[in-house]
């Protein structure tokens, strides 16, 4: 069983910055995608970014490619998630989450292929 627990929202005015981390526990980290996604009111679900288990590859959402950054750090068994010239439509709440994916790359895009999830934190973009 994986634990996942974010840290690092907040509030921001536009332009700004933060950075999310999402630290891991109860697994081998490096055996795992993982993925950042956000959820407003309302919606379902949105796939933000993801990184294989290396960091060598990932894969962005449009809406936050140029802006955003994913990284890990294995031995610290930690993701995250940099987020830069944010904008008010990038609030949400930004959930982690892990895929069981051996020593295999992959970076998943969908909610239904990740394994676990932290509990979220709470990111506003606003004046």
């Known amino acids: 069983q994986v634990q996942l627990v974010e840290s690092g929202g907040g509030l921001v005015q536009p332009g700004g910055s933060l950075r999310l981390s999402c630290a891991a526990s109860?697994?081998?980290?490096?055996?795992?995608?993982m993925g950042w996604f956000r959820q407003t009111p309302g919606k379902e679900r949105e796939f933000v970014a993801a990184?294989?288990?290396?960091?060598?590859?990932?894969l962005y959402a449009d809406s936050v490619k140029g802006r955003f950054t994913i990284s890990r750090d294995n031995a610290k068994s930690t993701e995250y998630l940099q987020m830069n010239s944010l904008k008010p439509e990038d609030t949400a709440v930004y959930y982690c989450?892990?895929?069981?994916?051996?020593?295999?790359?992959?970076?998943?895009?969908?909610?239904?292929?990740?394994?676990?999830w932290g509990q979220g934190t709470q990111v506003t973009v606003s004046s």
């Open positions: 990184i294989g288990w290396s960091g060598g590859r990932t």
């Open positions: 109860g697994g081998t980290f490096s055996t795992y995608a």
């Open positions: 989450a892990a895929h069981y994916s051996g020593y295999v790359t992959v970076v998943p895009r969908s909610y239904r292929d990740y394994d676990y």
